[in-house]
């Protein structure tokens, strides 16, 4: 199945965002995909209202169709493996801090070891359950949206999350199923690592400093990563500071030498010569493609 790109339309904050993805009109996926990679913290759901779908979620392959829900949590190593021309997906995210800030019932806590990995990421949705998701996300947008100065904007806004979360908290017990599956000792060191390196990887960029929090050597480390990914510790992490540099020329009106200090380079001709290895380009040349 050919592979497309999509048009975003989106509100976001800090530690919340809504957006829908539509792969008919063009652009923008890896951006999301680089986001959602260099943040460790977010709690993301994807409904795929069109088309088709599949992710590599914790090094394990899932295929998604019409109506499915996609739940990630914060430090799952993710991957894109396709997404059809037609797809349509309504994503929600958020952090704990964000949620903490709601007056959300006690007995809603209860339900949140549904979304975490102990659960399998997909829940296969009914069609007036996914139609009502969906509108509840596109209420989000669309006040996400508004340009008027409505006083209770925001208020609205939280008060709707808060009926889409409940929503899910409540269909939780009939659409999540335990996760059977077995991780390989293997594969459980590479997630980790994957989740350690996502939180540490602008200051540390020694592969000891890993392999001393993991218990295993340096070598041991980089070897089992490599046979289970195909891609090294070290290209790991080269990965995780290319996307966040990508991220903040694109984004961001900081000079590239304060790109630099944040990614904790020793100096802005360093971060140039590490930018250009990777990217092909020099960061200045990078920004300068911005749209």
């Known amino acids: 199945m050919k592979e497309s790109n999509g048009e975003l339309s989106s509100g976001s904050a800090e530690n919340f965002f809504v957006l829908t993805l539509d792969f008919s ?11 959602s990679n260099v943040r460790n913290d977010f709690f993301i759901f994807v409904l795929l209202a069109e088309g088709k779908a599949g992710a590599k979620i914790n090094l ?10 996609l739940i990630i949590p914060p430090d799952a190593a993710k991957e894109r493996l396709y997404i059809s021309e037609d797809a349509v997906l309504k994503i929600v995210a958020y952090t704990s801090e964000f949620i903490a800030q709601l007056n959300l019932p006690d007995r809603f806590w209860e339900v949140t070891d549904y ?37 209770y904007k925001n208020e609205i806004l939280k008060y709707i999350f808060m009926i889409f979360i409940l929503e899910l908290a409540a269909l939780a017990p009939q659409y999540a199923l335990e996760n059977n599956e077995q991780f390989t000792r293997k594969e459980s060191l590479t997630i980790q690592f994957y989740a350690l390196a996502k939180k540490h990887f602008r200051e540390q960029r020694e592969l000891k400093f890993y392999a ?5 050597t340096p070598k041991h480390l980089t070897e089992t ?17 290319h996307q966040a540099a990508k991220i903040q020329l694109k984004t961001t009106s900081r000079s590239i030498a304060e790109i630099s200090d944040a990614l904790n380079f020793s100096d802005q001709s360093s971060f140039g010569k590490f930018f250009k290895r990777i990217e092909g380009i020099s960061p200045r040349a990078y920004r300068a493609t911005r749209s």
């Open 115 to 151: 979304y975490t990995t102990k659960h399998k990421p997909i829940w296969r949705l009914s069609k007036p359950v996914a139609k009502n998701l969906v509108k509840l996300i596109n209420q989000m947008e669309g006040r996400i949206s508004e340009e008027n100065n409505h006083p």
């Open 25 to 35: 009109k063009g652009v923008i996926l890896e951006d999301l995909i680089a986001r």
């Open 225 to 241: 990563v490599k046979e289970v990914s195909k891609r090294s510790a070290g290209e790991t992490i080269d990965l995780l500071l």
């Open 60 to 69: 394990k392959e899932l295929y998604l169709k019409k109506d499915d829900l």
């Open 212 to 216: 001393d929090a993991l218990f295993v």
